[in-house]
Nanobody, 122 residues
Framework: QVQLVESGGGMVQAGGSLRLSCEASGRTFSRYVMGWFRQAPGKEREFVAAISWSGDRTRYADSVKGRFTISRDNNVNTAYLQMNSLKPEDTAVYYC???????????????WGQGTQVTVSS
């Protein structure tokens, strides 16, 4: 089993920045993709960003391109999501995920964290 623990969420004003972290632990395996989804109240869970094992491939939702940056450090089994120019519509619970392809659907990711709340005030 894999455990994913997110941190770094909080409340920020529009235009501000936050950095989320996700540490993976437990069962070890190689070459896994890490990513982030989010879910706002009353909405479906949606893809945000993902990064390949080596970090040479990334994928972003159109709504966050140019504002969010995903990265990872395999030495500490941790992925990061740097979020800049935050907007009220970015308010959601953000979930860290692990899978084996850089997909955009929920079903493509086998492991999920508990989520961390991000709130952006106008």
């Amino acid at each position: 089993q894999v455990q994913l623990v997110e941190s770094g969420g909080g409340m920020v004003q529009a235009g501000g920045s936050l950095r989320l972290s996700c540490e993976a632990s437990g069962r070890t395996f190689s070459r896994y993709v890490m990513g982030w989804f989010r879910q706002a109240p009353g909405k479906e869970r949606e893809f945000v960003a993902a990064i390949s094992w080596s970090g040479d491939r990334t994928r972003y939702a159109d709504s966050v391109k140019g504002r969010f940056t995903i990265s990872r450090d395999n030495n500490v089994n941790t992925a990061y999501l740097q979020m800049n120019s935050l907007k009220p519509e970015d308010t959601a619970v953000y979930y860290c995920v692990v899978g084996w392809s850089i997909g955009i659907t929920v079903n493509e990711y086998a492991y999920w964290g508990q989520g961390t709340q991000v709130t952006v005030s106008s």
